[in-house]
């Protein structure tokens, strides 16, 4: 009996910062493994094929779908995302835990089918520093900006659905708060079978 690994699920709205905050916990915790999704967006230029994604054609996502390889899968603005389900079931069975950085839609679906699951979400500090940062940006009209804003306040509203909240003000607070969730629920007592067997032995 292993002890098993955590199935840590983090969400937030874009612009608060949780694919840095994910990156400084994956730094301090290489034992962690980084779930790669599958999507079929176009690559960026930052975007390294296995590394930041999977792309994928459409018929080959689908194919995903059909063949009911992902864990969880969503779609929005045109494009699909899906966590490709064997590497991560895989790795908590070893006893690895398993970060998934993924949108609202699919760590409720995560959370649907492995109870287990921990979710956490990460807020800005108030939304108008959301707000302030889009603005400052200067890449969106006024009209985008108020879209987005509506966007973020329904993202909010489903944050009661998990079990986590970090705030992310300062970033060093923020990756020790995620660190202390990840930590805490590996020493949940249901996780420890073989601590309590070398123990008992
Ligand atoms: P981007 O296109 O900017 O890389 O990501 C857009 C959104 O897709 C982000 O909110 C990100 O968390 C979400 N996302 C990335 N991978 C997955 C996935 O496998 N499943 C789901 N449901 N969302 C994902």
Not at 62 to 72: H, N, R, S, T
Not at 73 to 100: H, I, M, Q
Not at 138 to 167: C, D, P
Request: hydrophobic share 35%; glycine share 4%; net charge negative.
């Amino acid at each position: 009996m292993k002890n098993k690994g955590v199935l840590l699920v983090v969400s937030g709205p874009s612009g608060v910062g949780k694919g840095t905050v994910c990156q400084q916990l994956l730094k301090a915790h290489p034992e962690v493994f980084f779930s790669v999704s599958a999507t079929t967006r176009k690559m960026r230029e930052i975007d390294q094929e296995g590394v930041t994604y999977y792309f994928k054609t459409k018929e080959e996502f689908e194919q995903m779908v059909a063949d009911d390889a992902l864990l969880e899968w969503a779609t929005f603005c045109d494009n699909s995302y899906g966590t490709p389900k064997a590497p991560v079931l895989e790795r908590l069975n070893e006893g690895t835990s398993v970060l998934l950085e993924i949108d609202v839609q699919g760590a409720l679906q995560v959370k649907k089918n492995y109870p287990d699951a921990v979710l956490v979400f990460i807020l800005p500090p108030s939304l108008s520093t959301l707000e302030e940062r889009l603005r400052n940006r200067g890449t969106e009209t006024e009209e985008t900006i108020q879209v987005r804003m509506k966007q973020y306040r329904r993202e909010f509203e489903q944050a009661t659905a998990y079990q986590y909240l970090v705030i992310n003000d300062d970033l060093s607070k923020a990756v020790c708060d995620l660190e202390a969730v990840l930590r805490a629920e590996q020493m949940r007592t249901e996780r420890c079978q073989q601590i309590i067997e070398e123990v008992f032995e």
